[in-house]
C-alpha cells in the first residue's frame, strides 16, 4: 500500500509542480491585458478568454496537487485538534463519502460533453475568441481523474493510519 502511495504522491507532485508554470503565465498575461487596457485602451476577447482558460486548467488539473499538500478548504472547526487516528478516521471517510463519488460523477458526466465539443471542433463563440475550445473542455475528466488519484493515495494513507498500532 505505501508503494502505491508513493507512486500516485510522485505522479500528482510532478503534475502539480508542471501546472505550477501556469500561474506564472496566467499572472503575466494579466499583467499585459491591464497596461494594453489601461494605457493603450485596447482589449481583446482573445486575451480575455486565454485568461480564464488558463485559471481553468490551473484549477482542474491543479487539484489533486492542492490535496495531496491539504491546502484545500476545509472547515477546520474541531480537525485541527484531533489525535493522528481521528484525522485518519475523517480523511478517510470525507474522501470515501465525498470526493471519490464526486470525482466520479464529474469524471462520467464531463465524458459525453468533451466528446461532443470534440465532435464538432468546438471554437469561442465571440468574435476574435479562441479556436480549440474543445481542447480546455478535455481537462475536465483528466482534472477529476487526477483527483481522483490523489483521493486513492489518501484512502490508502488512511487506511494505514488506522490500522497500525499506537507507538508507545
Not at 493603450?40 to 490551473?58: D, G, I, K, M, R
Not at 463563440?125 to 489518501?154: D, M, N, Y
Request: hydrophobic share 50%; glycine share 6%.
Amino acid at each position: 500500500m505505501k508503494t502505491v502511495v508513493a507512486i500516485i504522491d510522485r505522479f500528482t507532485e510532478k503534475t502539480g509542480q508542471a501546472v505550477s508554470y501556469l500561474s506564472l503565465i496566467l499572472v503575466i498575461l494579466i499583467g499585459i491585458d491591464v497596461v494594453l487596457r489601461y494605457a493603450l485602451n485596447w482589449t481583446s476577447s482573445a486575451n480575455q478568454e486565454l485568461e480564464w482558460h488558463l485559471f481553468a486548467v490551473l484549477f482542474l488539473l491543479g487539484s489533486a496537487y492542492t490535496l495531496k499538500h491539504d491546502k484545500h478548504v476545509r472547515v477546520d472547526l474541531f480537525y485541527s485538534r484531533f489525535s493522528a487516528k481521528n484525522k485518519a478516521w475523517v480523511n478517510f471517510f470525507g474522501t470515501l463519502i465525498f470526493l471519490v463519488p464526486f470525482c466520479l460523477v464529474v469524471f462520467y458526466t464531463s465524458l459525453s460533453f468533451v466528446a461532443d465539443a470534440w465532435h464538432v471542433q468546438e471554437s469561442s463563440p465571440e468574435p476574435g475568441g479562441l479556436p480549440h475550445r474543445f481542447l480546455v473542455k478535455a481537462t475536465i475528466p483528466i482534472g477529476a481523474g487526477l483527483l481522483l488519484l490523489q483521493g486513492i493515495s489518501i484512502l490508502c494513507s488512511s487506511f494505514s493510519i488506522l490500522i497500525s498500532k499506537p507507538t508507545q
